[in-house]
């Protein structure tokens, strides 16, 4: 990118709640303005009806790919960006629209009759880079604004971001958090991916893993430990991390 | 007049989700006008299957980015419902404070960056940076407020954390909701520009008006947002009441072609749900102060132009902030203090209603003995509006072509319309299934 001039920025959804984007809405007046002076919005289309045909620098997708129908436009963002970056947990793991992946009769099952209409088509919930190259991911359910904008600062100086790579638990303890486990609940942060901060236990509700499992999940110790420490039945114990990370787990289809 | 218009309008842009705006004309005669939404489903339904009820409310939040309060609330309540949970007046207030803070949030990000460019005639409110700086740091910053107003007693506005079955999982201080209020009290000067931002670009508002049923939640208390009854009111003024539980003999949900997700209607071919609706219905209860603007704006009920729903917005941005502050008064005069969780008492089927800032929203659940959650249904605003949506290009494409307005003019015309419905496509298209199975 030239240092000189301001990075072209284009954001894009597919299969998604658009939250991600919503947050960007909520970064307060000087961040946003701020973020102005370095970066060019040139495709947004929730918020511009701007469109470009110039090449993009930093791609940001937002949403699962479910459809093949989709993969044509996927490629062209790739075709036309230098750099993309999954957007969001249902970008970056296909999130919460892969919770339907393991059963094979949700169509029927939301339409009955009308099921086998064509436009009513949709394949199971994957990643982007199930369809193209991706080159970085901002996880979570939402997306951190605080990363995101940590991010873009990292790639407009030309250095690598990093993602955070440890389990919840880390965050939980470096905020003193009590953990779930210790006040007869339950909660996913030993396996999920940290960099959130752990909002959720501190608001007193598990995690949830929303950015997806760290890279070295240890799913039998989870399922054994939901049981035996969190009280969960067998079949919860064997399920509760399909929510975020169905397309993670070792039975993923 | 021969005349030949083709416009197609792929992927509607400053509105959220995906929606075509498609109009055919040929020697002077429409061929076909149609808002068609093709918006990838997600099978909602599917993933709740099999999830134990404190989790529900977490998948189903995931429906909308922009109303996840509004979704938090409506599954909070139908679970609470079927649970036999009655929650604490100090919940209730609690909760129709952060109902507020998302309407206003939503109202601002519609107002200022989906319909304001419209009306200062640019693409959107990037070129208005340099322009119209002050317009556009006022937004952010109103913005931002929403969102720590919500987050203060929600935990997060996109996908709440703490708003949980039986009340809440965490609280704020005191001090921190005493500063709250003083905030929405200090807020009285942005209030007072965006109104007169408004109406510097209020003539700009098309005039287009046509007669159609409007719904929305009723209460005698108050004006309803987080609770109350189904209310209609019909074009000649005549009111009718059901309960929420009956929900479904008045949405009477339908697939159609050119659309992912589905439509409804109740007395007339379609209805509309949102701020229009809501300031159709419940006037008499709004604030003093979003009356008197709307007296100021010469804008009152019954109103048939679908363009001023931005409008009914505006006014309650003001009621929401006003209301807050009498509940949070009531709040901290009652003894705020934070209160354990309300335990089920039972488990089966419950339905849930708020108004989210497009409208009325329904949810439904079953539970078994296990508290395991076995089928659901949600009703979304933006379904319940798309049928009135079609009606009304059926309206005024006539109109506009009679109008000799020019191909752009038209498109334009048509765009607004749709935004003015301030469309939540995603939530449309969610598809949650309507039929339970055991």
């Known amino acids: 990118m030239n240092a000189k001039k301001k990075a072209r920025i284009a954001f894009f959804d597919f299969a998604c709640c658009e939250g991600c984007q919503v947050e960007l809405t909520n970064l307060s007046d000087p961040i946003f303005v701020g973020l102005l002076d370095h970066v060019e919005f040139v495709e947004w289309r929730e918020v511009m009806k701007e469109q470009t045909t110039e090449p993009i620098d930093i791609a940001f997708i937002e949403g699962s790919f479910t459809r093949e129908s ?12 230098s750099i993309v970056i999954a957007y969001g947990a249902c970008s970056a793991t296909a999130g919460i629209n892969a919770m339907k992946n393991h059963t094979t009769d949700y169509g029927e099952f939301v339409y009955g009759k009308d099921a086998a209409m064509p436009h009513l088509d949709s394949q199971k919930a994957l990643p982007i880079s199930a369809a193209i190259k991706v080159d970085y991911a901002l996880h979570g359910c939402p997306i ?29 303890k470096m905020r003193e958090t009590v953990c779930r486990y210790d006040l007869d609940d339950h909660c996913l942060g030993l396996v999920a991916r940290a960099g959130c901060g752990a909002p959720c236990p501190a608001d007193g509700i598990p995690c949830e893993a929303c950015r997806g499992f760290w890279d070295n999940p240890n799913e039998e110790a989870l399922e054994e430990i939901l049981r035996s420490k969190g009280g969960l039945s067998a079949e919860r114990a064997r399920d509760k991390s399909r929510m975020f990370t169905a397309t993670m787990r070792r039975d993923a289809k | 007049v021969s005349r030949n218009i083709a416009i197609n309008v792929h992927h509607l842009t400053r509105v959220e989700g995906h929606g075509n705006i498609v109009v055919n004309v040929t020697d002077g005669k429409i061929e076909k006008m149609q808002w068609q939404v093709p918006e990838a489903p997600r099978f909602f339904e599917a993933m709740i299957r099999g999830r134990h009820y404190t989790e529900v409310a977490r998948i189903t939040s995931r429906i909308c980015g922009i109303c996840a309060i509004g979704h938090t609330l409506a599954s909070v309540k139908a679970t609470e419902n079927a649970l036999g949970i009655d929650v604490t007046p100090q919940t209730f207030k609690l909760r129709t404070v952060i109902k507020h803070a998302e309407n206003f949030d939503s109202h601002i990000l519609h107002i200022y960056f989906l319909v304001a460019p419209d009306l200062f005639g640019a693409p959107s409110v990037f070129p208005l940076v ?18 720590e107003w919500g987050a203060l007693l929600a935990g997060r506005t996109t996908h709440p954390t703490r708003v949980i079955p039986g009340g809440f999982a965490e609280y704020p201080t005191e001090a921190e909701l005493k500063n709250l209020r003083q905030r929405l009290i200090d807020l009285q000067p942005d209030l007072d520009a965006t109104v007169q931002t408004v109406l510097s670009v209020a003539h700009k508002v098309p005039s287009f008006e046509r007669q159609t049923e409007y719904m929305a939640l009723s209460s005698d208390k108050e004006y309803a947002v987080y609770d109350g009854v189904i209310q209609t009111v019909m074009p000649d003024g005549k009111k009718q009441r059901w309960p929420v539980a009956e929900y479904k003999s008045v949405t009477n949900e339908y697939v159609v072609p050119q659309s992912t997700a589905k439509y409804s209607k109740n007395k007339m071919g379609s209805y509309m749900a949102g701020a229009l609706a809501r300031f159709n219905n419940n006037y008499d209860q709004l604030h003093p102060e979003a009356k008197k603007l709307a007296e100021a704006l010469k ?3 019954l109103c048939f132009n679908p363009y001023m729903n931005s409008v009914a917005q505006l006014v309650e941005v003001v009621h929401t902030a006003k209301d807050s502050i009498r509940l949070l008064d009531e709040v901290l005069r009652d003894g705020f203090k934070p209160e354990e969780l309300v335990k089920p008492k039972k488990f089966g089927r419950g339905q849930g ?80 299934k309507v039929d339970f199975k055991r």
């Open chain 1, 144 to 172: 951190d604004r605080a990363e995101f904008v940590r991010v873009v600062s990292d790639l407009l100086h030309g250095k690598q971001p990093l993602i955070p790579n440890y389990p919840v638990c880390v965050e939980c």
């Open chain 2, 299 to 301: 804008f009152k009920p």
């Open chain 1, 70 to 81: 989709d993969r044509a436009r996927l490629e062209d963002i790739r075709n036309r960006a």
């Open chain 2, 130 to 147: 340099p322009t119209h700086t002050e317009v556009v740091v006022r937004a952010l910053r109103m913005k931002r407020f929403a969102h």
């Open chain 2, 353 to 432: 209603s708020v108004e989210v800032p497009r409208g009325i929203l329904f949810h439904e659940y079953d539970y078994d003995e296990e508290g395991i959650c076995r089928g659901g249904n949600c009703i979304i605003p933006t379904n319940q509006n798309h049928g009135n949506i079609q009606l009304d290009f059926e309206a005024l494409v006539p109109r506009l072509l009679a109008a000799k307005e020019d191909e752009k003019a038209i498109e334009l015309g048509l765009e607004m319309l749709v935004r003015a419905y301030d469309p939540c496509i995603s939530c449309s298209t969610h598809y949650l």
